[in-house]
T-cell receptor, first 112, second 110 residues
């Protein structure tokens, strides 16, 4: 079945710097890759997603890139702010099954 | 629109006790899911449903049962709780790929 690996598990950056989180997946048939942000004590919230027919997608300070050949995708956050501090999860869809497989999560800390 | 709601928010059980977690969604979504979240392990799928009256096993189904008698509700049952089931449980729903999550239920089994 699908396996998603996420790195790093923790990331600390200075406010204003960029943060990058990377994920790899195993099932070449996967075609949907969302990123979720989870704040303390809350459920995960979708922040951006990308489909396999697109190489890059951007939404203000957040961007996601996908390399289908290498089977990896990345989340890029620019001009980081204290409110970006949270746990971020990547996921990949199992083609046709309406299910997601999640990475292990990255705890991002923005230092003022 | 309340989205996805979960009841209760927090519960403490003794080993061997049973309980039911309730998930409700008001978005008319066909698909519903139950996950557990443990430190360093991300979100793991317990059971899911592709429509009213249907259920299917996920990655970690042992020790849990589910029911989807109404489209808007998805119940997760623990018949005989074990300390290994101490976790945070999240429900989610979707109409296509995007899943929307509830606020979670924190369960402690002593």
């Amino acid at each position: 079945g699908e396996n998603v690996e996420q790195h790093p598990s923790t990331l600390s950056v200075q406010e204003g710097d960029s943060a990058v989180i990377k994920c790899t997946y195993s099932d070449s048939a996967s075609n949907y890759f969302p990123w979720y942000k989870q704040e303390l004590g809350k459920g995960p919230q979708l922040i951006i997603d990308i489909r396999s027919n697109v190489g890059e997608k951007k939404d203000q300070r957040i961007a996601v890139t996908l390399n289908k050949t290498a089977k990896h995708f990345s989340l890029h956050i620019t001009e980081t702010q204290p409110e970006d501090s949270a746990v971020y999860f990547c996921a990949a869809s199992i083609s046709g099954a309406q299910k997601l497989v999640f990475g292990q999560g990255t705890r991002l800390t923005i230092n003022p | 629109n309340a989205g996805v709601t979960q009841t209760p928010k927090f519960r403490v059980l003794k080993t061997g006790q049973s309980m039911t977690l309730l998930c409700a969604q008001d978005m008319n979504h066909e698909y519903m899911y139950w996950y557990r979240q443990d430190p360093g392990m991300g979100l793991r799928l317990i059971h899911y449903s592709v429509g009213e009256g249907t259920t299917a096993k996920g990655e970690v189904p042992d020790g849990y049962n589910v029911s989807r008698l109404k489209k808007q509700n998805f119940l997760l049952g623990l018949e005989s709780a074990a300390p290994s089931q101490t976790s945070v449980y999240f429900c989610a729903s979707s109409s296509h790929e995007t899943q929307y999550f509830g606020p979670g239920t924190r369960l402690l089994v002593l």
